[in-house]
């Protein structure tokens, strides 16, 4: 790697790592082992509706683990191909954290929006047209 100065910008020629290679191979092998196994669980699901009888429980398990395998595959390639694994700690949080925050964010809206429904439903009128009725004649 060698360093110039122009003009007082500093700029870095990068010589090509004898292991870039190796990185790229050991990332592809990574992804694709992740995803195969993401697209056999998927097929298994699949196979499990073909059957009739579904086990909720085991699928509700096997779509966890997609879910997780799917995270672990978002964070490698954000590391490896942002570049964000070679950062400083901090930089590291300053993405992370609003990220999450950002996902807390959706999931507590998703529940506060069931709550809401689920309240509605449990104090709405049993009969729609009762309701009407009662709405639209008139008050003595």
Avoid: C
Wanted: no cysteine.
């Amino acid at each position: 790697m060698s360093n110039h100065n122009f003009g007082g910008e500093v700029v870095v020629h990068h010589e090509p790592a004898a292991n870039s290679v190796k990185r790229i191979i050991k990332t592809t092998v990574i992804l694709s082992v992740i995803t195969l196994i993401e697209l056999a669980l998927g097929y298994w699901i699949y196979a499990m509706h073909e059957g009739g009888a579904v086990n909720h429980t085991l699928e509700l398990a096997i779509k966890g683990v997609v879910i997780i395998l799917s995270l672990a595959k978002a964070f490698y390639i954000v590391s490896i191909f942002m570049h964000l694994g070679d950062e400083l700690r901090n930089m590291i949080m300053t993405i992370v954290v609003p990220l999450l925050l950002f996902i807390w964010f959706i999931i507590a809206f998703l529940y506060e929006g069931n709550s809401w429904k689920n309240l509605r439903n449990e104090y709405a009128p049993k009969d729609p047209v009762q309701y009407e009725q009662k709405a639209s004649a008139p008050a003595h």
